[in-house]
C-alpha cells in the first residue's frame, strides 16, 4: 500500500504543478471546429506530451535518488527493502509513462489522417540558450527512450540475465537518465519554468543530476561501507554444495554495531557486486576476535549460480567489503497484539538474529519482550542444517518461543488457516518465499485482523 501511496502523491504533485502553468481551459473546446480544423485534438495531443514527459523524467529522478539508500527514505518507507520496491515500480512507472510519452507524440499520424495540419500549433518557445538544441534533444530522447524500454524489460526478465550482468547493465542507467534530463530541459516550454512546477521540475532534475552522478562516481553507500575480513567459513549439515555456509566477519572499528533482524550488502569479489544478506546473530552475540574486533555471522543458502561456489571462493583472512546495515525487520509489535513469526527456507536468517537478542544476558534493557509464536517452514525437518539451531534459541529464550515446524516432506505444509487458531488479533512477521508471503497477504486483507510484516530481498 505504501508503494501505491508513495507513486500517487508523486504523480499528483507534479500533475497539480502543471496544471498550475497550463491554461485554465486546456485549449480543447471545441476538439474540431466548424472549419474542420481539429484544434482540440492537436491541443490535447500536445498536453499529452508534455505531462507525459513530464511524470516520466520526474519518474526516473525518483529512481535516482532512492538508489542512492538515503537513511531518510528508510524510514520513510519502513525499510530499506521498501525502498527498492518503490525503486523497482518506480521505473516501471518511468517506462509506462515514457510509452504514452512516446505515444502521444506519434498519434500526430492519425489526426492527419483524419482532418489534415490545421489547427497544428507552433512549437513552444524554450530556453533562449537551447533553442537550436531542439533536433538534438529530440533524437537523444528517442534513443535513451528505446535504450529506457530494453532495460527496465531485462530487468522484469531477470533470469534472462545474471545477478552480475544485471548489475553491470544497471549500472547504465544513471547515463540514460542524464541524457533525458538533456531532452527535458532542451524541450520543456518556456512558461513551464514558472512557480511551481518550474521550481519543482528544477529541483528534481538538479537532485536527480546529481544523484546520478554520485552513483556514477561509485559513491553510493560509502558513509556506510566497511572493509571486514572473513574470521571463519563454516558449511552447515552434510548437504555439499547445497548445504548452507556460515560465514563468520571480523568488522573494523568504523562498525556502529546493528539492530537484530538487519541486513547488509556483501561483496565477497569486485568483479560480482554486492549481494544483500541478513545478519544471523544479535548484537555482541558472538563477542570479539583475538584482535578485538567485533563479529557478526552471516547464514548463505546456495540458490543461485554465484552463492553455490561460495564455499569454494570463501576462506578464513579474506577481505570481504560490507555495507550496512538496513532495514527494520525487529519482529516488535503492539502487546495487544499476539506477536507471529513465520519463516521458510533461508527466512529464517533474520529470526536467527532476533531469537539471540532473546537470551539471557542480551535481552535489551533487562525488559522480557513480548511473547511470540514461531512457525518454521523446511523442506526436510529430518536433514533441515538450522533447526538444532532454532530449537535451542527458542527454548532459551526469555520468555521461551514457543516453535511449530512445518515439514513438507512430512506433508506438514503452512496453511493460513493453521495461524487462525492463534488467540486476538495478530502481528505476524513472515520472512520466506514469495509465494507464502503472497498467500499470507490476501488472508490479512481479509477479516482476520492481521498486521502482516514482510522482509523483500528482491532488488531487481
Known amino acids: 500500500m505504501r508503494i501505491k501511496v508513495a507513486l500517487g502523491i508523486w504523480l499528483l504533485s507534479i500533475t497539480l504543478a502543471w496544471m498550475a ?13 466548424a472549419q474542420g480544423a481539429a484544434l482540440g485534438w492537436w491541443k490535447l495531443r500536445q498536453h499529452a506530451i508534455y505531462l507525459s514527459g513530464l511524470w516520466s523524467i520526474s519518474l526516473m529522478a525518483l529512481v535516482m535518488l532512492l538508489a542512492l539508500r538515503l537513511p531518510l527514505f ?7 527493502d521498501q525502498v527498492y520496491r518503490l525503486h523497482k515500480w518506480a521505473g516501471i512507472a518511468a517506462a509506462l509513462t515514457a510509452i504514452a510519452h512516446w505515444g502521444a507524440k506519434e498519434s500526430s499520424g492519425w489526426i492527419k489522417a483524419l482532418w489534415g495540419r490545421a489547427g497544428k500549433p507552433e512549437h513552444d518557445a524554450v530556453l533562449p540558450w537551447l533553442t537550436d538544441s531542439r533536433g538534438f534533444a529530440k533524437d537523444l530522447g528517442e534513443w535513451a527512450f528505446y535504450l529506457l524500454l530494453a532495460m527496465v ?6 533470469r534472462l540475465l545474471s545477478y552480475k550482468h544485471w548489475s553491470l547493465l544497471h549500472r547504465a542507467m544513471p547515463v540514460l537518465f542524464l541524457a533525458l534530463v538533456m531532452h527535458a530541459v532542451a524541450l520543456m516550454p518556456l512558461s513551464f519554468w514558472a512557480l511551481p512546477l518550474g521550481l519543482l521540475m528544477g529541483s528534481l532534475l538538479a537532485l536527480g543530476s546529481l544523484a546520478a552522478l554520485w552513483s556514477l562516481a561509485g559513491w553510493v553507500g560509502r558513509s556506510r561501507s566497511h572493509v571486514a575480513r572473513i574470521q571463519e567459513v563454516a558449511a552447515l549439515g552434510d548437504a555439499g554444495t547445497d548445504a548452507p555456509i556460515e560465514v563468520i566477519c571480523a568488522m573494523p572499528s568504523s562498525w556502529r554495531g546493528h539492530r537484530a533482524g538487519q541486513f547488509v550488502f556483501v561483496r565477497f569479489d569486485s568483479t560480482e557486486g554486492a549481494h544483500p544478506f541478513t545478519i544471523a546473530s544479535a548484537p ?3 563477542g570479539n576476535s583475538p584482535e578485538g574486533e567485533p563479529l557478526l555471522r552471516l547464514v548463505i543458502k546456495p540458490l543461485g549460480d554465484y552463492t553455490r561456489t561460495l564455499h569454494k571462493r570463501l576462506r578464513a583472512g579474506q577481505r570481504v567489503d560490507i555495507e550496512g546495515p538496513y532495514g527494520r525487520f525487529d519482529g516488535k509489535g503492539s502487546r495487544h497484539r499476539q506477536q507471529v513469526w513465520v519463516a521458510a527456507g533461508v527466512g529464517v536468517t533474520p529470526f536467527l538474529a532476533l531469537l539471540e537478542a532473546r537470551q539471557p544476558g542480551l535481552t535489551a534493557n533487562g525488559r522480557d519482550p513480548a511473547p511470540v509464536h514461531m512457525h518454521y517452514c523446511t523442506r526436510d525437518a529430518r536433514r533441515d542444517p538450522l533447526l538444532s539451531r532454532l530449537q535451542k534459541l527458542c ?4 520468555p ?3 516453535l511449530t515446524v512445518h515439514s513438507e516432506a ?3 505444509r503452512l496453511k493460513p488457516q493453521h495461524l487462525q487458531s492463534e488467540p486476538g488479533p495478530l502481528d505476524i512477521w513472515f520472512c520466506g518465499p514469495q509465494g507464502l508471503g503472497d498467500t499470507l497477504h490476501e488472508h490479512a486483507r481479509g477479516p482476520n485482523r492481521w498486521r502482516l510484516h514482510r522482509e523483500s530481498f528482491v532488488m531487481r
Open 74 to 80: 528508510d524510514r520513510l518507507m519502513g525499510g530499506m
Open 400 to 402: 521461551p518461543v514457543p
Open 395 to 398: 527454548a532459551l529464550a526469555q
Open 410 to 412: 512430512q506433508g506438514q
Open 153 to 158: 524489460a531485462l530487468t522484469l526478465l531477470s
Open 284 to 286: 555482541h552475540a558472538l
Open 21 to 33: 502553468v497550463a491554461p485554465p481551459d486546456l485549449g480543447l473546446s471545441p476538439l474540431v471546429d
